[in-house]
Structure formats: C-alpha cells, structure tokens
C-alpha cells in the first residue's frame, strides 16, 4: 500500500529493497529534516516512522497469547454515550516484500501496480457516476486499494510492503493478521469453509469455534449496503434468518464472496499488554477469495463507506482517525489513531484543507486541488486539470494511502514535469532512456542533491510543503528520479503514500476536513 524510501545513497542492494519495500506499504507522513534555500531543498535519507493508534472502547482485554484467549481487564461502557471514548493507538506492523530484485526493479513494478489499481478507480467513479450510485442498478462493490496495504498482488501490490495490523476476532480471539487499506470500504477475512483461498499464514477463521459470531440475515438494512455476487436480485425466502452473501472485487480480478458477518474484533494498543475489543463488528466472512495476498488473512477497510472499520467506530472514537507513516527507510513502526490525538491537535504546523464532495464513488477520500508550486513559483496549469467530469464522474484528486507514487491528470503532469526540467541545476545531468519515470539525473558522488521544492495548493487557500525525501527517489548510487507520474485515461489525480511518508494526517469527518502536519512519526 504505501511506498516509503530516502533519496540518500543506499549501502547495499538488500537495504535498498528494504526501502523500496517500505515504501509501497499503506501509509502516508512524516517530516524529515530538510535544508531549504532560494527554492531549492537539499535530499536528506534521515527520517522515522511506523505504528497505529485507538482510543479505548466497550471492554479493555489484556492478551495472555498470540492465539489463546483474552481476559478482560476492565469495563468502559459506563462513560456517557455522548462523550466518545478517548483515542485510541495501536501499532501496525510493516511486512517487508518477499520478493527480491533491485530498487529499481522494485520501484518500476509498483509503477505498473499503481497503474492497475488507477484504471480500477476510473472505473469504479465512471460505473458509479453511470448508475446514478453504486447500488442503483447492479455493481459489485470495488476498492481502489488493490494494492493499497500490498500483500495482494491483485489487490496489493506484489513484491511491496505493507501496512499489517494485528486483529483478534471472536470469541475466544484468534489472531489474524489484515491489510490496512484507506481505499476500501469493507473488512473481510477468509472463513471456514474455504472453498476457493489464496494461501495465507495460518489458519483461516472458524466461524463455528467463535460464540460471538452471527450472519446478518438478508431482510437486514445492513445487507443493502453490499452487492450480491450475482446481477439477478437476491433471494430472500426467511428475512430473518437467510444470510446475506456479498460480492466484492478489486477491479484487477481479485475480489472476495462470502457472507456479511457481526464479530468481536480486538486489537492490541500501543501500551504494553493492553487491548481493545468492539462488539458487533459488521465484516465479510468470505469462503471464496482470490488475489495474491502473501500470507494476510485479508482486508481492514478505512475508506468512506459505511461498512469501513473507520466508519463503525465513530460511535465510539468519534468522526476522526489519523495515521503516521515512517518514512521508506525505518525500521520503526507506525501508528495509526482513531479518535482525536491531542498531540497532534496542538501540533504549531498542522493545517487543514476541507475534502471536496465526492462525486458518486463514496470509498473515496476527494480534495480540491487549486495548483502546483515549483521552486516557489506557481504553474500555469489550468483548473480543468483537476475538475471531476460532469459527463463520467471521473477526474479530481484523492488522498490514497495505498497508491504508492503520486499521479496528475496528464496536462498537470506535462507542466510539472518540464518545470522541475527548467529548474533543476545543470550539475546534475539528465539520464535519458529510464523506464516509466522522468526526469531523472546522474547525481553520481553527490551526497544531498539539492531539487526544486514542490508545494500543493488547495481551493480553500491551503498550503502542502513537502520535503524533497517525498518527491525524488534516489534508486542507486548514480540516478535519482522525480515520483511523480501521469494518468492519461482516468485524470484522477492521486497524492500517493510516498509523497505522505514523514507526515501526520487526519481524517476528520465530522467538520469534512484533511489536515497534515510534518511529525518524527517513529516518535508518535
């Protein structure tokens, strides 16, 4: 999902596919310490980050094992319905590609991931937009996060890393490992019996061994909110006690079929040997699933959609959750929030741009982009580079966690491509002939190559500095290129992971706002 590197000099081959790895995963900022001049940034490898945060809810549990049974360690279900639940954090865990290669090569198949999983959002916004709503007329539920938290080659990027939480579910719990993926809307695992699976690392859930379990039934509102997995309408003979079966793909041919759920989920916090279990979580217990996940025991949603495990915890931590993503190179972990972060709140830098309303695909998180600034300057780009079609839906601009380079509508891209071109010193010559990304320049024997800034600008006059660490990627010791690419068909602009890495962001959906702050996320 997110993609998390330095542009300093990698020591070895294995450290740099580490990075790469890292840098693929699902996640977004955090500041590294950056020199600034007349415009120009100077490249520094050093920067931390990695982990995930919750505030306390229903029942505290404290876990005596991985995979044994945990005891509750005390009860909050006293506190005033009104007051939300303190916020809570947890740890995510980054699992390193497993496939090997070079930075280059690790860096070149996510571009091509990347560009599996843009096609899958155009069409997703342009069946969205044709049907007048997703579930106007028949279409499976998608997810742009195909790759997002990348353990799936056909949801998450092969050869990437990712972003992995630890979920106990049930009842007792039982450990499982999810992708954590901002581009999908519904939480699903694989369940017994396990018809048709992709390998995973240990066993698959057991419905029959968990008392917590129960299928919503067919005749439950619930079950509106997910596709069937066939275009026929459902067949509902006992709406009270026929259970719902859903469908949901990831445009590249992976997807999950099985029955809509209510489970115990539990996660571990930050603080040693505590925990945090939520009743009655609504997931997809899926008994056909295809995709290569490497190993996950599948999907934790934190997209926009009612079913999302962001959405069904508002009502405990409220309307806001954040994360803080290491940067591409630390071996640290990230965090991620849900509830309000005080810290962060009170955070001298933090600045807010309000999300734009989403035209008919609602998994996903729109802002309104108003330009590009280059080395200071702003670039003659025209305002329909980053307007939704009225005509398809299509267009606009995203945040994505789980898209690993950031994309412009091609116009943009032409313009931002060629301003870094006339801007970048002639001291660093141009490498011609590189696969995918351009410009790239010969830095050979230069430590800290000095780059033009880049800064986004919002419609409501907001203002994304960013270090050079997040728009140039530095693949061996003698190239460095600019992550920023193109999307010719979709023009959806996309403010991917590795442009996020070094900061905090929150999402904060009472008041519909954005906001980002630069943050040592390895010290969150």
Not at 78 to 101: F, I, N, V, Y
Not at 402 to 419: C, D, H, K, M
Not at 488 to 509: A, C, E, K, T
């Amino acid at each position: 999902m997110l993609f998390h590197e330095g542009l300093a000099r990698p020591s070895t081959s294995a450290a740099m596919a580490r990075l790469v790895e890292r840098s693929l995963l699902l996640s977004l900022l955090l500041l590294s310490p950056f020199v600034a001049s007349a415009g120009v940034l100077e490249l520094n490898s050093s920067s931390p980050l990695f982990g995930i945060e919750f505030p306390p809810f229903n029942t505290a549990v404290a876990d005596t094992g991985c995979d044994g049974k945990l005891v509750a360690a005390g009860d909050e279900r006293t506190q005033p319905a009104s007051q939300p639940s303190p916020s809570l954090k947890l740890h995510m865990t980054r699992r390193a590609a497993e496939a090997g290669g070079t930075r280059r090569d690790l860096v070149l198949d996510s571009a091509r991931k990347d560009a599996v999983r843009i096609e899958t959002m155009h069409r997703k916004a342009a069946a969205a937009r044709a049907g007048g709503g997703e579930r106007a007329s028949y279409s499976p539920r998608r997810a742009l996060s195909e790759r997002l938290v990348a353990t799936v080659e056909s949801g998450v990027a092969v050869g990437s890393g990712e972003y992995l939480m630890d979920v106990y579910v049930g009842t007792p719990p039982r450990r499982f490992r999810m992708i954590m993926d901002t581009g999908s809307d519904l939480n699903w695992l694989q369940c017994a019996p396990c018809l048709d699976c992709f390998e995973q690392r240990g066993p698959v859930f057991d419905p029959a061994a968990s008392s917590s379990y129960r299928n919503v039934t067919c005749g439950d509102a619930r079950c509106g909110l997910v596709s069937p997995p066939e275009p026929t309408p459902r067949s509902c003979r006992r709406p009270g006690e026929d259970s719902c079966p859903y469908y949901y793909w990831y445009g590249d041919q992976s997807n999950t079929t099985g029955d809509l759920a209510l489970e115990s989920f539990t996660v571990n916090l930050t603080s040693p040997g505590a925990s945090r279990r939520v009743d009655g979580v609504v997931f997809g217990c899926g008994h056909r699933n295809r995709g290569l996940f490497h190993g996950a025991a599948g999907l934790l949603g934190l997209g926009r959609g009612p079913l999302s495990f962001a959405s069904q915890l508002r009502a405990v931590y409220g309307h806001t959750f954040s994360y803080c993503l290491v940067d591409h190179g630390s071996d640290a972990a990230s965090k991620v929030v849900f509830g309000e972060d005080p810290l962060l709140l009170a955070h001298p830098r933090l600045n807010y741009t309000a999300f734009a309303s989403p035209p008919a695909a609602d998994t996903f998180y729109y802002v309104q982009l108003k330009s590009v600034l280059v080395g200071g300057e702003r670039l003659d780009i025209s305002a329909d580079a980053w307007a939704v079609s009225k005509k398809d839906g299509t267009g606009g601009a995203i945040v994505d966690s789980g898209t690993t380079l950031s994309y412009f509508a091609e116009p943009a891209y032409r313009v931002i491509r060629q301003a870094f071109v006339d801007r970048m010193s002639r001291s660093y010559p141009l490498v011609s002939g590189f696969p995918v990304l351009s410009p790239c320049y010969n830095v050979s024997g230069v430590e800290r190559p000095e780059v033009p800034e880049l800064a986004l600008e919002f419609g409501d006059g907001a203002v994304w500095d960013f270090p050079a660490e997040n728009y140039f990627i530095r693949l061996d010791d003698d190239v460095m290129c600019l992550a920023v690419l193109g999307t010719p068909r979709s023009g959806m602009s996309i403010i991917g992971n590795f442009q996020q890495q070094n900061f905090h962001v929150v999402y904060d959906l009472k008041v519909n706002r954005l906001g980002f702050a630069p943050r040592r996320c390895a010290e969150v």
